[in-house]
């Protein structure tokens, strides 16, 4: 596991959009804040380099959003520190990840992207706090007359995508189908319309979801994000080396051929992946160990919060019992004055 977890109360939610490059995040992102939230763009290279954050109209939701799992024009070291630090942005806590895939797009490319994501950045337990997002769904899929029986039909044949399957029984079967198509300026209006209210269906299929969704626990990784920098910095430094080697390699290959070109740097190149290897054992130990020190802090904080709790309230008790004896020294001074006032008015009776 390379993040925490923590009950907590929430008067709102944070969610995080995870996914592969064109799946259409960053439009999602839009529809569920109600406004141009995010810069979007449904092309293969990723509008979302540096990750953004943004809150709903209602104020019920605080959207990140991240750049695109698969994304060519960068190593996954600068994808992993990317989605690392928008989640370090949420000091609060990540509630829900939202693992967005545009329908009829879940390759094997995709769900190699999400193995990673979870086993190398957020830990499998993250799985508990995810639903997936179908994108771009049409409108029949969110269109309450229509709907059940075409998401029916959709994820049924989908089974035969093990991949896809496997990513369902991981998050426990939470899918929400949506309609997040740009409207254009190029539209028609019956065609603005169609899309406007597709958007407005599948938001508030959308918000339903997430108002539902019991969150087991909130997900934090603000101090991880320093050990994943220092680590991928090497890593870094190892890829650069590789490079190196293999440019080498293959200058060595032309000299004396590739038989040859291969014994000579086959050492070198089994050192660098050791090394590399145990790069990212030393990663994960350093991560295991902060997360123990967080728990450790986590449960004194927890102690000291309950010794609080339980203070104020033998104050309170204590106060409250004050108040009342008080209160009862009021009522029976009150009392004496009462009894004292009518005697007069007794013994006057009395002589006449």
Known sequence: MNGKFLVISMSFKNVLLVGPTGAGKS???????????????DGARSETKEGSLAEDLGGKYRIGDTMGLNDTEDSQVVVRSRITEVIAKMKDGVDIFLLVIKKGRYDKATHLAFRYLFEGILGEKAYDNCIVVVTFSEK??????????????????????EDFAELLQRVKGRVVFVENAPIDDDDDDDEKEIKATAQRLS???LYMALDQFQVPA?????????????????????EEQEKKLRAAQVEEAKRSGEKAAREKFAGQLAELQRQREENERQRQAALERLIASRDAQLAQMMDQQMAALQKTMTEAREADQ???????????????????????????CLMM
């Open 218 to 238: 909130r997900y934090f990784f603000n101090d991880a994000k320093e050990i994943q920098d220092k680590y991928d910095e090497k890593i870094k430094e190892q």
């Open 140 to 161: 029949k899929f969110v269109e309450p007359r229509t709907r059940d029986k075409n998401q029916s039909e959709w994820l049924s044949k989908s089974k035969g995508n």
């Open 27 to 41: 439009a999602l992102g839009c529809m569920l804040a109600n406004h141009q939230a995010f810069i979007s763009n």
């Open 203 to 205: 938001r508030s299929e």
């Open 322 to 348: 004050r108040r009342h004896a008080a209160r009862e020294r009021e009522l029976l001074v009150q009392m004496d004055r009462i009894a004292n006032a009518s005697r007069p008015r007794k013994q006057r």
